[in-house]
């Protein structure tokens, strides 16, 4: 709803723009949720028109100054935009730009000249550890509904494969393979193919659900729900269930985070999560090894004989 409104604030100038702009990003952005397309690149041509920018003539100076607004920006809760949101917005001011390149409306893409925020390498607090998590699919494992029996087979996916909630969403019946263990991830991040992996119980419990989807006659999507449905449906549940349990609350994508730390803590080869988490760059995968230096340096604290809190040492 939001959408629309902010879309019927356009001019028709800036509309045709825009919607020109989609037609040419669609097919670039399968399976990667292409709402949240409509969404970044209708912000940037409401800053432009706002401030009397025209797309034709936008310089380094406007993307610099669309970069501080953007910096400049607060949360719901008053706090200041994380970096990762500073660097997807201007992204999508990169592609639109791209566009207007491609098109003949500009020379020169300004913001190929505008440098990103540099994002903290820290892991998200989304995750749980070894013990939570089994404590967590457990609880999902008393289904007793249609909605509940998919959040089931949806968690032991997620934590099986590390795949994300938008590529989930996106997957076919036909890109399930059960005998080889695999599932093929078509249009996945940066619009690529990729295989991922399921473990014995998740690929159990995805046979399972393939005879339940047979039976009522459901033979083509995996999940009958779009992907920001998904996403909310599996994230209301998560939510309740962890709060029931007592445990930190996650959301869909804790069950990726999660599993590139136990996968470590367990001493997987780190180049192999690389594969299971389908990252292109090691260095993305580098991250998890922070957790285990926490840890590291916990064991260190609590057991050296000349801890800090032994008693006296000077």
């Not at 397309?37 to 009397?52: D, G, H």
């Not at 706090?79 to 020379?107: H, Q, W, Y």
């Not at 998200?124 to 959040?151: C, D, P, Q």
């Not at 399921?198 to 999940?223: D, E, I, Q």
């Amino acid at each position: 709803m939001l959408y629309k409104l902010m879309k019927n604030e356009l001019s028709k100038e800036y509309l045709d723009l825009y919607e020109a702009y989609l037609k040419w990003q669609k097919p670039r952005s399968k399976g990667q949720g292409f709402t949240t397309v409509k969404n970044r690149s209708l912000i940037f041509l409401k800053y432009l028109e706002e401030n009397n920018i025209n797309p034709s003539f936008i310089s380094i100076q406007d993307a610099l100054e669309y970069k501080a607004y953007i910096a400049g920006e607060l949360t719901k809760e008053g706090m200041p935009i994380k970096a990762g949101t500073c660097c997807t917005r201007l992204k999508t001011a990169r592609s639109f730009c791209n566009f207007l390149v491609l098109t003949g409306e500009i020379d020169n893409n300004p913001f190929l000249a505008i440098n990103y925020p540099r994002i903290p390498e820290k892991i998200s607090r989304n995750v749980l550890n070894i013990e939570e998590m089994a404590v967590l699919l457990k609880h999902f494992r008393n289904f007793i509904s249609k909605e509940a029996y998919r959040t089931h087979v949806l968690a032991e996916l997620l934590y099986s494969t590390g795949m994300r909630i938008s590529e989930a969403a996106s997957l076919q019946v036909e890109d399930i393979n059960i005998k080889r263990k695999v599932v093929t991830i078509r249009h996945g991040k940066g619009d690529k193919d990729r295989i991922a992996f399921l473990t014995g119980y998740a690929a159990s419990v995805l046979a399972h659900y393939l005879k339940y989807l047979k039976m009522h006659g459901k033979s083509k999507k995996l999940f009958d729900l779009s992907f920001s449905g998904l996403q909310e449906s599996i994230n209301n549940e998560l939510e309740k269930a962890c709060k029931k349990l007592e445990i930190p609350v996650i959301t869909s994508h804790g069950f990726r985070h999660s599993l590139g730390t136990h996968l470590l803590k367990k001493g997987c080869d780190i180049r192999h999560i690389q594969v299971i988490l389908g990252h292109e760059k090691l260095a993305s995968t580098q991250i998890y090894t922070h957790v285990a230096k926490d840890e590291v340096k916990e064991s260190l604290d609590n057991h050296h004989p000349r801890k800090w809190k032994q008693e006296g040492l000077v």
